[in-house]
């Protein structure tokens, strides 16, 4: 297969590393989203394409998003044209019924349910002194309602699997942000939302680990719809070729935890950029000082101050 042959930077002739995994991804028409769903299909995997089509504030979409031209469906195409398999889906996810309907597309279409990669998202920037309560809650819902809702409904599916006897080795991929783990200025409601999706993903990877569910979650740096803002078009070895901000980089991560081959790899966070992959450490009890009694105010401030001395400094918040 020669180069021109490369479908958005994914060779579709992988290792089949998900070979007959039935993989839904969620905003998986642009970007990151459409990354995961070519890398899946290249590797073997039957994809729910799943895109409500809105623009990047959110606006726009909705009940024709799976047409001829839709985002979702350009993806199926694409995935298509090379041999593989899949099949739109244009529903909310934020919404029980648009989650619901994920989990019957896939089972209706392919028979099963094996991965699910959280990735919808859209941005409405603001400093907080502007941000406006419904940029607040639309910002909130389509992340952190809109990784729940699937989550829930399909382990749901998995529950029951697995009480038949048929316990599944099924995958579940959210999308945080290092806006999620330091913080961004500006960005209020996506840096909550996306701190909101590290504490379910650890959550869900407790719960859910008796079904046959492993549960991660990555922090990707990449150039979308959403940071294009951010990422000039460089290259991180410039003349070789390497474009350190695709998204496409981002996808083998996803799909080796959407895969069986990450057997025993739950409740991770994973930072992931061009061809740097870091394990995210999160909170961790550092210095420690107990009274074994009540603390006045004073003493208590005194304490803090000693402690603040001995621990590592934190990350700055993006933007500061």
């Known amino acids: 297969m020669t180069d021109s042959q490369n479908v ?7 290792d089949g590393l998900a070979a007959g995994r039935v993989v839904v991804v969620t905003g998986a028409g642009r970007g990151l989203g459409r990354a995961h769903a070519l890398a899946f299909a290249a590797e073997g995997a039957k994809v729910v394409v799943n895109d409500l089509g809105v623009g990047l504030d959110g606006a726009g979409g ?3 998003s799976t047409g001829g031209d839709s985002p979702a469906a350009q993806v199926v195409q694409e995935i298509r044209a090379f041999g593989g398999e899949a099949v739109a889906h244009g529903g909310d996810v934020a ?20 991965t699910l990669v959280n990735n919808a998202g859209f941005l409405r920037d ?25 989550l829930k409904h399909m382990a749901a599916y998995w529950r029951a699997e697995a009480k038949a006897g048929r316990t599944p080795v099924a995958r579940i991929v959210n999308t945080s942000s290092g806006a999620g783990l330091l913080g961004s200025v500006g960005q209020g409601n996506y840096s909550a939302a996306k701190a909101g999706i590290l504490a379910l993903t650890l959550v869900a990877a407790a719960e859910l680990g ?12 990449a150039r979308t719809r959403m940071t294009e803002g951010t990422f000039a078009e460089t290259m991180a ?27 025993g790899v739950t409740g991770r966070v994973f930072e992931t950029e061009g061809g740097r992959i870091t394990v995210m450490e999160g909170w961790r009890r550092g210095p420690t000082a107990d009274k074994g009694a009540r603390w006045t105010p004073a003493g208590a401030g005194e304490a803090a101050l000693k402690l603040l001395g001995e621990a590592a400094e934190p990350g700055a918040v993006y933007g500061a």
């Open 8 to 14: 958005g930077g994914v060779r579709p002739d992988g």
């Open 62 to 64: 909705g009940a024709e």
């Open 95 to 114: 919404t029980e019924a648009g989650a619901a309907g994920l989990v019957a597309c896939a089972l209706e279409t392919f028979g099963r349910l094996d």
């Open 126 to 150: 603001r400093m907080l002194v502007n941000l406006d309560a419904d940029d607040w809650d639309a910002v909130v819902r389509v992340h952190l309602k809109g990784h729940f809702l699937p």
């Open 210 to 221: 008796r079904y046959g569910v492993q549960v991660n979650a990555i922090a990707p740096a």
């Open 237 to 263: 070895a410039p003349g070789a070729g390497f474009d350190a901000m695709a998204p496409q980089n981002v996808s083998p991560l996803v799909v080796w935890l959407g895969s069986a081959a990450s057997a």
